[in-house]
């Protein structure tokens, strides 16, 4: 299996710029989830998904976030405007509930300017 | 929210050494993992073990679930040992909110 795919790897933005991050899960698994890692805050949740719903988006900071899942294979985690702030790593994660095993892509790594 | 403390947050070994990580969560749990994010920031699961022990090789780890405790232990440490552990937890009640903790970054030295 290819794993958690991730896009884009890296990016530069300035403030203001909309930023789309995108995540294809593992197949066949039915939990879809978003992270931030910062070194202030470490790794916290932002959303996450079951078959396509989204399930507990407390952790998303504020509007300016929004998350989708359009399909078992895809989803979407989107910054409008963004600010200096939201530069961070974004993880997205797959697992399977009946092996409870979380699997992490490589991350995105953004950096808003 | 569940509370997850990780200890030492720092550690720094020779080669060779062993080391014991503890991690520390504050109300029941239905689910334990241990993770290794490399220097190039990738996160990798190294055991699942909500209760009990498990070994992998040069890893193993120990739940006691009923003292909310979990350690992980490195034998024969190398320096491709070297990043950050963290242990995640999901609470008892319902969902499958994943919390970290703050990490434990070892550095294996030569």
């Known amino acids: 299996d290819a794993g958690v795919i991730q896009s884009p790897r890296h990016e530069v933005t300035e403030m203001g710029q909309e930023v789309t991050l995108r995540c294809k899960p593992i197949s066949g698994h039915d939990y879809l989830f978003w992270y931030r890692q910062t070194m202030m805050r470490g790794l916290e949740l932002l959303i996450y998904f079951n078959n396509n719903v989204p399930i507990d988006d407390s952790g998303m900071p504020e509007d300016r976030f929004s998350a989708k899942m359009p399909n078992a294979s895809f989803s979407t985690l989107k910054i409008q405007p963004s600010e200096p702030r939201d530069s961070a790593v974004y993880f997205c994660?797959?697992?399977?509930?009946?092996?409870?095993?979380?699997?992490f892509g490589e991350g995105s790594w953004l950096t808003v300017v | 929210g569940i509370q997850v403390e990780q200890s030492p947050p720092d550690l720094i070994l020779q080669e060779g050494a062993n080391s014991t990580l503890r991690c520390n969560f504050s109300d029941s749990v239905n689910n334990l993992q241990w993770f290794h994010q490399n220097p190039w920031g990738q996160l990798i699961n190294l055991f699942y073990?909500?209760?009990g022990t498990k070994q992998n090789g040069r890893l193993s780890a120990t739940t006691v679930a009923t003292e909310r405790y979990s350690l992980l232990y490195i034998s024969s440490s190398q320096t491709t040992d070297s990043g950050v552990y963290f242990c995640a937890v999901t609470s008892n009640f319902g969902n499958e909110k994943l919390t970290f903790g703050t990490g434990t970054r070892l550095t294996i030295i030569p």
């Open positions: 073990i909500p209760s």
């Open positions: 994660a797959s697992n399977d509930r009946s092996r409870r095993t979380i699997y």
